[in-house]
């Protein structure tokens, strides 16, 4: 079936800790890549995308994620996380054999909490 | 400007009246999406408009009805909802779909819905 898979659900780290959330996708054909976060109360933002080229991307607020394409993945990561990380990370997907046409297809989601 | 915006922010109703979300995009964007979002859980797709059209209906019950006037604008019509019905609304934009894959959806803030 297709779907995105998140593997962590709830994340606690203290500042300056390491982020790695994982991302794994079973969507054939052309896929590109997506990281939203969602602070509390606030809409849906785009952290990255991943659509060609390198596959070690850099996005907003020192995020970056990296495409294997042979594990089907997309990571994110974070060298150092800062309390105002706080906030629920979403991996989606759009994929050309989707049976969405071109729409997000979301992972359930990673909340993650900093504390100080 | 990546602005996605909708109106009303929150929104009230009883389970006999009739009521409308409304979202706008001056990105020149043609594709417009209609998604919702429970507490904690990754946005649902519910409609797509492409070029005007309606080109995906997620199983929606009747109860939403979804409207494109005009590429610019997106309002989902809304009449005899159910408690169950309460969510977070979430509109979406973005340049094309089905010709260039390689494309970036772009979020509004939010309707915030509560049906009593």
């Known amino acids: 079936a297709q779907s995105v898979s998140q593997h962590n659900h709830h994340v606690i780290l203290s500042e300056a800790a390491s982020l790695e959330l994982g991302c794994n996708y079973s969507?054939?054909?052309?896929?590109?890549l997506f990281w939203y976060v969602q602070y509390p109360g606030q809409h849906l933002q785009l952290l990255l995308k991943?659509?060609?080229?390198?596959?070690l991307v850099k996005g907003i607020k020192g995020f970056e994620a990296e495409f294997i394409k042979s594990k089907f993945s997309f990571n994110l990561r974070k060298p150092s996380v800062q309390w105002s990380d706080t906030a629920e990370y979403f991996c989606a997907v759009t994929s050309s054999n989707s049976n969405s046409g071109y729409a997000l297809n979301f992972g359930k989601g990673t909340s993650l909490l900093v504390t100080p | 400007d990546t602005e996605v915006t909708q109106t009303p922010k929150h929104l009230v109703m009883g389970m006999t009246n009739k009521k409308s979300l409304k979202c706008e995009q001056h990105?020149?964007?043609?594709?417009m999406y209609w998604y919702k979002q429970k507490a904690k859980k990754p946005p649902e797709l519910m409609f797509v408009?492409?070029?005007?059209?309606?080109?995906i209906n997620e199983s929606v019950p009747s109860r939403f009805s979804p409207e494109c006037p005009n590429s610019s604008l997106l309002n989902l019509h809304l009449h005899a909802l159910q408690p169950e019905d309460s969510a977070l609304y979430l509109c979406a934009s973005s340049l094309d779909l089905g010709l260039v894959i390689a494309d970036t959806q772009y979020f509004g803030p939010g309707t915030r819905l509560t049906v009593l």
């Open positions: 969507y054939g054909g052309t896929v590109n």
């Open positions: 991943y659509f060609s080229g390198d596959p």
């Open positions: 990105m020149g964007h043609r594709a």
């Open positions: 408009y492409s070029y005007e059209k309606l080109s």
